[in-house]
């Protein structure tokens, strides 16, 4: 007797298990997987090239976990759908939702479409601990402050649904004459610039369970303490995996519970779920406030004005700054694809106040670079840097870099990482090296402004300057 075939459509919940649409799928009949890469309806929003690289692997990883049965197709996923489906026959279609306003618009025509045609169609939340459309404040209204949002709106919710199993995939069928090899994606950039990315990361489900397991064993019981210095392993490292679905939110949230209740830490545990609830403010953002990734969010911020000097921005990005902990955190951000989370919030104030540079210069910037680029998370973050989103930091606090890595990398650890040329200089001029003496500098063979840069602007006369424009917005705003 033939079983019913339903086509899951995989996104970004690259994983067996805690899968919810694969796994129901498997229990109702055949399954046929899919993989679209759409570009074409992502537009603007396209895959930056460090996370096309990861993607590439994470697909790789996911195809090997489904016996070489994933289905690879590229372009818009409307019209492959609807020649899927009348290329098998399927009676059912169903995917695990995604937030970002360019995928709403796009699954709620592709829903539409196939319920008029009698195929069944159905989503499932899985890549969020909470759905944004179901907190809100005491006037109905959504949030804009993350405290309350987190504490009282999400808290006092249902409590995230527990993760199931994974899927049995003896239901998968072979479909891959359907698709195309993974290759012909063009995923893997045409330059060889990903070898330390490559020694860095395991992308896929079983790398993430490895770096969940790594976590648990060790940064979990010392987290609030050390999560904010850069050279030391004090973070998780899961959100590239989060960010591609190789691990579901639920799983880290319980996970993390058991590993830390169990053991009586409870502070540690705090923090470290806020984090996840400043993931799910991102994309509550996101949902309420779609323009979140072009516009400011505080309106008045329009009227600010960027100086956008390209020679400066060029600087920032390549880490030629002359300001060591800024340079270490964009040659690992370019090196590995990655930044500390200390080191983002460091580098984006200096963009945005010191250099008078518009955040979304830098938003972009991360979204090619990172293998997080999760697009609400990234957005989000610039905005609170820059002092125009939801819940930001004031405009008038501006990172000091100096201060910052004499606080979090007082011997230099992971400034000598990324800009070896300092390794000579003494520990006071670590995190400025143009207040060392000539015979300091000479001594640590470093001639500034040839061995290592000058630094592009003066940090004190910028931050006046940073000062001196907001002034003039917010008495215009008055």
């Known amino acids: 007797m033939t079983r019913p075939l339903t086509?899951?459509?995989?996104?970004?919940?690259?994983?067996?298990?805690?899968?919810?649409?694969?796994?129901?799928?498997?229990?109702?009949?055949?399954?046929l997987p899919i993989y679209i890469h759409d570009d074409e309806d992502a537009g603007e929003f396209s895959l930056g090239e460090a996370s096309k690289w990861w993607l590439h692997h994470s697909l790789k990883a996911l195809d090997e976990d489904l016996g070489g049965k994933l289905v690879l197709r590229e372009g818009k996923a409307f019209d492959i759908l609807i020649e899927l489906v009348n290329e098998t026959e399927a009676k059912a279609l169903v995917w695990n939702r995604c937030y970002e306003p360019w995928q709403t618009?796009?699954?709620?025509?592709?829903?539409?479409?196939?319920?008029?045609?009698?195929?069944?169609?159905?989503?499932?939340?899985?890549?969020?601990?909470?759905?944004?459309?179901?907190?809100?404040?005491?006037?109905?209204?959504?949030?804009?402050?993350?405290?309350?949002?987190?504490?009282?709106?999400?808290?006092?919710?249902?409590?995230?649904?527990?993760?199931i199993a994974a899927a049995d995939t003896t239901a998968v069928k072979d479909y891959t004459k359907c698709g195309i090899a993974l290759d012909e994606l063009t995923l893997m950039p045409s330059i060889d610039w990903y070898e330390e990315m490559d020694s860095q990361w395991q992308p896929g489900e079983s790398g993430a369970a490895s770096r969940l397991e790594q976590y648990l064993e060790s940064a979990a019981f010392k987290y609030r303490s050390q999560r904010n210095f850069p050279a030391v392993r004090g973070t998780s490292r899961l959100s590239p995996s989060l960010h591609f679905g190789e691990l579901s939110p639920n799983q880290v949230w319980y996970a993390t519970k058991y590993t830390c209740e169990r053991d009586g830490e409870n502070e540690h545990l705090d923090t470290f779920l806020s984090e996840l609830g400043w993931r799910e403010f991102s994309h509550y953002l996101l949902y309420h406030y779609p323009e979140l990734t072009k516009q400011n969010y505080n309106s008045k911020f329009d009227a600010f004005t960027w100086d956008n000097d390209e020679t400066l921005l060029k600087a920032w990005q390549q880490g030629q700054t002359g300001v060591p902990i800024i340079d270490a955190g964009m040659r690992e951000l370019w090196q590995t694809g990655y930044m500390h989370n200390r080191v983002r919030m460091v580098v984006g104030s200096y963009l945005v106040k010191n250099l008078r540079t518009d955040w979304r210069k830098?938003?972009?910037?991360?979204r090619d670079c990172l293998v997080d680029a999760d697009l609400a998370v990234n957005a989000a973050s610039w905005q609170w840097v820059a002092g125009s989103g939801a819940d930001a930091a004031p405009y008038f606090r501006i990172?000091?870099?100096?201060?910052?890595?004499?606080?979090?990398?007082?011997?230099?650890?992971?400034?000598?990482?990324?800009?070896?040329?300092?390794?000579?200089?003494?520990?006071?001029?670590?995190?400025?090296?143009?207040a060392a003496p000539e015979d300091v500098l000479k001594k640590a063979g470093i001639t500034l402004g040839d061995d290592y840069p000058e630094s592009v602007v003066d940090l004190k006369a910028s931050r006046e300057k940073a000062l001196d424009a907001y002034s003039a917005v917010k008495q215009a705003a008055e």
């Open 7 to 31: 086509i899951v459509w995989f996104r970004k919940d690259l994983r067996l298990r805690d899968n919810p649409a694969l796994f129901h799928a498997c229990q109702s009949g055949d399954v």
């Open 105 to 163: 618009e796009r699954d709620a025509k592709i829903k539409s479409h196939f319920k008029e045609l009698g195929i069944e169609t159905k989503s499932y939340q899985a890549s969020l601990l909470w759905e944004p459309w179901t907190i809100a404040n005491q006037q109905g209204s959504p949030y804009k402050v993350f405290t309350p949002f987190y504490r009282k709106g999400c808290f006092q919710a249902d409590p995230p649904r527990e993760p």
């Open 362 to 366: 830098g938003e972009a910037w991360f």
């Open 399 to 434: 990172f000091n870099p100096v201060l910052q890595g004499e606080k979090f990398d007082a011997n230099g650890d992971y400034v000598f990482t990324y800009c070896p040329e300092l390794s000579k200089l003494p520990k006071k001029y670590i995190h400025q090296p143009w």
